[in-house]
């Protein structure tokens, strides 16, 4: 029996057909013929596999090559076939007549079989019949030749958490020299009185308002919350967190630099700084500490170490979880973008309505944060950006080599699918039941 | 007649090199006659002797007998020559040169503003900057860092002169001066930093005298914001430098717009060398805080490596996946890159003579193919 047929290797998904008239061929050598009627429940299976009709296999796996022959419709109307048929076990039956005539041209050896030929299969193709007129004469062995024609390859995302937990890694590296390169600078800050505020534009329009800093941070809390929420629902969750996590720990080690390097002064006299501690290295740690506990947040009383004015960590924050919210959220959910966004400007309005950052430290992040963000993702997105060529600038950025490593098996835009973000599966333990399905 | 035309079309190569083959369908049933009259380089002479008359006619019936049996002429077009991908457009470089020179008036405008604003260094000591505490101050340094930087702008202009693209390669220099000089004009004017050192000495306040500070932005204008020029008094343009962009930004220009080749990458390490002794002596003159420089470097160059993929990679134009379309000047990006259609080759050509008389000097020296059946 030819197991060559199968859907895989016709382009046409009314291959069923096609898949029957050469399976058919492939059954004319007078070898093959008369087997139906000896078949056993293995090759009865393996039949009904091969008509796209694997749903019987269960019910009839007991049933051998005369048995299946001798099934009526009354016994598609009792279980268990009447549970696994769609249409009352027609197409099944047809088919099992077909086997009949063979089995009865084998037998008769007659040219006056292809009238029963054509008589039987009107409900099949058309060309089912044709074919019959072509393949069915006494002892025309046909060869079945398979063409292999490949599946069109839907992109593959490999989740590859191993890379995931080395960005991870590379952020929090980051995030802990933040803190430390804070607690040094905050030793190196002057004190208001001896370099007081620099002259800020919005300052001079704004004056200060005290709760302001607190609907930031709140503003802050609620998108992480929300993006948090997000990326566990997304399906690619990996390689979306690789990115959050690579993008982070960058613009923080950005951040290193320019704080580390020119130190400004405070940006209000109502800043109250933590006494220095010249050299004090336990104390110094136990700050550290503190602040990665607290998350650097006012709120949680963890920020009152000052010097990390250039440029602002909150701006980073507040923009970077927008942008992700946005990128990989239905395009559809128009309202909820709108509302990140709003989220996103109140905040960024009210650190500098606090006066607890200079207008260039909130522009300055700003632009770094967007212009990572962008820059990350066009190259992720278009594969000719990925190589080095003459043309492409994207590769001269530092990180490019690290960037490789962790999209290179990446083929495409990363679908935004959405998937539970664990199996209900584990739930249940019954075995899977079928139902009817209705089919006109 | 069909030999006619197909002979006089060959003869016919427009100057740019682009021709095509002939379209005619010749129809088989016509009655053959002779060609008459039209001068075509065959062995036909066009005197009009019986003899060779009769010679002409023979010649050209099994021309036209051998043309026949190939009736169907299929039109192959070829390639149009790389001209015509990279359209000149003078008006729009002109454009993109009134930007750069309106945001420079309005950079030095703005510098005048701060100059006002700068806190005195007695009420706002300089900052504590820790390239400063590392390296002592130099005063010769500052100069060293204009010098070099005139040598480069130097450079590239005569680079640049040679350039057989020249205004798509200006308009592009142009356009992103512009933009660098704008952003620091933002820069500098939303927060005002102190004086980095001690030694400066800022001209006096002017406070309100609108005459004395037209006089200033003139002083500054033309003297390009040299301190060699004297023009260079005025403080409270910190963050980001603008020397820094002049010589990050004339080294990445020389650098793409000229070859390849080893003699060239001397030149490209030479400029590099250059500009980067240039931004290392800014700090050493303590005339910048090392945030400034920092920064500078790092819009300049993000901003060049941006605008040169989005120009370069014409699929990234129109895509949906492409982000560098969300920056807000992409329409001006647009206006400007719109009928340059492949990247800039680096050819180059002497600046006076016609376009037609071009002198090629090839980027890449060509070798003897050796064919296969050698």
Redesign the interface.
């Known amino acids: 029996m030819s197991r060559a047929c199968s859907e895989k290797d016709f382009v046409f998904h009314s291959s069923v057909c096609l898949c029957q008239t050469l399976h058919y061929i492939s059954t004319s050598s007078r070898a093959d013929m008369n087997k139906a009627a000896s078949w056993s429940e293995e090759e009865v299976s393996l039949w009904l596999t091969d008509q796209g009709l694997q749903e019987y296999s269960e019910p009839l796996r007991n049933y051998d090559g005369p048995a299946l022959l001798s099934l009526t419709t009354d016994d598609f109307k009792r279980p268990p076939l009447s549970k696994v048929t769609s249409d009352g076990g027609h197409l099944l039956l047809e088919k099992i007549e077909t086997l009949k005539i063979e089995h009865h041209i084998d037998v008769h050896k007659n040219g006056h079989a292809n009238g029963h030929m054509v008589l039987n299969h009107n409900g099949n193709a058309g060309s089912a019949g044709k074919t019959h007129q072509n393949g069915m004469v006494n002892g025309f062995h046909k060869e079945l030749v398979q063409i292999h024609i490949p599946e069109p390859a839907s992109p593959q995302f490999p989740p590859e958490w191993g890379k995931t937990a080395v960005a991870f890694v590379y952020a929090l590296c980051c995030f802990v020299l933040t803190t430390v390169i804070i607690s040094v600078v905050h030793e ?3 004190p208001k009185e ?3 505020p ?5 300052f001079d329009f704004f004056d200060r308002v005290e709760w302001a800093f607190t609907i930031c941070e709140i503003n802050g809390m609620i998108l992480m919350v929300l993006w948090i929420i997000q990326l566990s629902l997304l399906k690619h969750k990996s390689i979306v967190g690789r990115r959050f996590f690579f993008i982070v720990g960058t613009l923080y080690l950005y951040r290193c ?2 704080m ?6 405070v940006p209000g006299m109502h800043f109250k700084c933590s006494p220095k501690l010249y050299g004090d290295w336990e104390s110094q740690m136990r700050r550290v500490m503190k602040l990665i506990a607290g998350g650097g947040l006012t709120i949680t009383g963890s920020h009152n170490m000052c010097g990390d004015y ?1 440029y602002s960590g909150h701006t980073v924050m507040l923009t970077l979880t927008y942008l992700f919210t946005k990128e990989y959220s239905p395009r559809r959910f128009w309202w909820y973008h709108w509302g990140c966004w709003a989220l996103c400007a109140v905040g960024l309005f009210c650190i500098l309505l606090a006066h607890d950052h ?3 430290d909130v ?2 992040a700003y ?2 944060t967007t ?1 990572l ?3 990350y ?2 190259m992720a ?2 594969q ?2 990925k190589e080095t060529s ?5 590769t ?2 530092w990180w490019y080599r690290f960037f490789r490593y962790l999209e290179n098996n990446v083929p495409a ?1 990363v679908p935004r699918s959405y998937q539970k973000p664990f199996s209900w599966r584990l739930l249940h333990w019954s075995h899977v039941k079928y139902t009817r399905i209705d089919s006109d | 007649m069909a030999v006619s035309h197909l002979l006089d079309e060959q003869e016919d190569d427009t100057p740019n090199g682009g021709y095509h083959m002939m379209v005619t369908i010749e129809d088989g049933s016509r009655p053959q006659t002779t060609p008459t009259g039209r001068p075509h380089p065959s062995p036909v002479t066009s005197s009009g002797d019986q003899v060779d008359d009769s010679k002409s006619t023979r010649l050209a019936r099994g021309f036209s007998k051998a043309l026949r049996k190939n009736q169907d002429y299929i039109r192959i077009p070829v390639s149009r020559s790389i001209d015509s991908l990279l359209p000149a457009e003078w008006w729009k470089t002109g454009i993109a040169f009134i930007w750069a020179a309106f945001n420079l008036v309005l950079t030095t405008v703005m510098i005048t503003v701060v100059h006002e604003r700068v806190p005195d260094k007695s009420i706002s000591p300089p900052l504590p900057d820790k390239f400063f505490d590392y390296v002592p101050r130099f005063e010769w340094a500052f100069s060293v860092t204009e010098v070099n930087g005139m040598i480069l702008v130097a450079l590239w202009f005569i680079q640049w002169l040679f350039l057989k693209h020249r205004a798509i390669v200006g308009r592009r220099f142009f356009f992103l001066q512009g933009m660098l000089y704008l952003y620091r004009m933002v820069t500098m004017y939303i927060t005002t930093l102190p004086v980095p050192s001690m030694h400066m000495h800022c001209a006096p306040k002017l406070y309100g005298d609108s005459q004395g500070k037209i006089k200033r932005v003139l002083q500054l204008v033309s003297g390009g914001g040299l301190s060699i020029t004297g023009s260079h008094l005025m403080c409270g343009d910190f963050l980001y430098s603008g020397h820094t962009v002049m010589l990050t930004l004339t080294f990445l220009f020389i650098q793409e717009y000229s070859p390849r080749s080893l003699l060239w990458r001397c030149y490209h390490l030479i400029c590099w060398f250059l500009s980067a002794m240039g931004v290392i002596f800014i700090l050493i003159a303590h005339e910048h805080y090392s945030l400034d420089v920092v920064v500078a470097y790092f819009i300049t160059s993000r901003l060049f490596y941006w605008y040169h993929t989005m120009a370069n990679n014409r699929t990234l134009r129109g895509s949906t996946h492409n982000y560098l379309n969300r920056i807000w000047w992409n329409r001006v990006f647009n206006f400007l890159e719109k009928n340059v259609k492949t990247t800039v080759p680096c050819s180059f050509s002497w600046p006076l003579l016609p376009p037609s008389a071009v002198f090629k000097n090839p980027c890449k020296s060509y070798s003897i193919v050796q064919s296969a059946q050698d």
């Open positions: 190196r800050v002057p001896a370099s007081p620099l002259p800020d534009k919005f630099i320019t580390y390097i020119t130190t400004l002064p250039l200079y207008t260039i522009v300055v632009f770094i212009r963000f962008w820059w993702h066009t997105n278009q000719v950006l003459q043309t492409n600038f994207f001269h950025v835009v």
